[in-house]
């Protein structure tokens, strides 16, 4: 999915607001990122206050690290750009059960975990980090569905109680 995308569907207003925009995508840039490049925002517990950006590169996984509001200096941004011989990647794993699926992928400490559309986009995400890991081109990030928002694919940070059972039909890992 394209940071614009995610942006229209930010869970909080302060998330994507043009100041912020205006501070990440020069960082993206500076690392090797292409405008409104194809990625996964990890918006966590907390996605007014931080949210992570990971983008694919042909160096590198980008990881943008997000404050939204920094006290007395307004928004923040850090980035660093992982060479893929150094990112940390599981399993793309998957898991049916009548027509639902359930899928979790791990990139740099970051769990994306979600079900059906969900699980659809992590595994476009994930089938592009292997294919820049490998060297070979990576595939053309598949459009968005009509009436799935971005927002609910968001992966949550993990709790420290973690909920009995399987991860939520909402899509979202617990």
């Known amino acids: 999915m ?30 090797g990122a292409q405008d409104d490049p194809h990625c996964w925002v990890a918006w966590g517990d907390e996605p007014g206050t931080r949210h992570t950006i990971l983008v694919p590169t042909d160096a590198g996984l980008i990881s943008c ?34 027509p639902h699926r359930l899928l979790s992928f791990q990139v740099e400490g970051h769990v994306l975990g979600g079900a059906d559309v ?18 070979r081109p990576r595939p053309e990030p598949p459009k968005a569905r009509r009436g799935s928002s971005p927002a609910k694919t968001a992966t949550r940070a993990p709790r420290a109680a973690p909920a009995a059972g399987p991860a939520s039909a909402r899509g979202t890992s617990r």
Request: no cysteine; net charge positive; proline share 4%.
């Open 65 to 98: 690290f997000v404050r939204v509001n920094v006290s007395g200096e307004g928004p923040r941004a850090s980035a660093k750009l992982v060479r893929w011989n150094r990112v940390q990647t599981s399993e793309l794993a998957i898991e049916t059960s009548g």
């Open 118 to 135: 969900v699980a659809d986009r992590i595994a476009a995400f994930a089938l592009e980090v292997f294919a820049a890991m490998d060297g």
């Open 2 to 31: 394209r940071l614009s995308e995610w942006r229209k569907a930010a869970p909080h207003k302060d998330a994507a607001n043009a100041k912020l925009a205006a501070l990440v995508d020069p960082v993206l840039r500076s690392l």
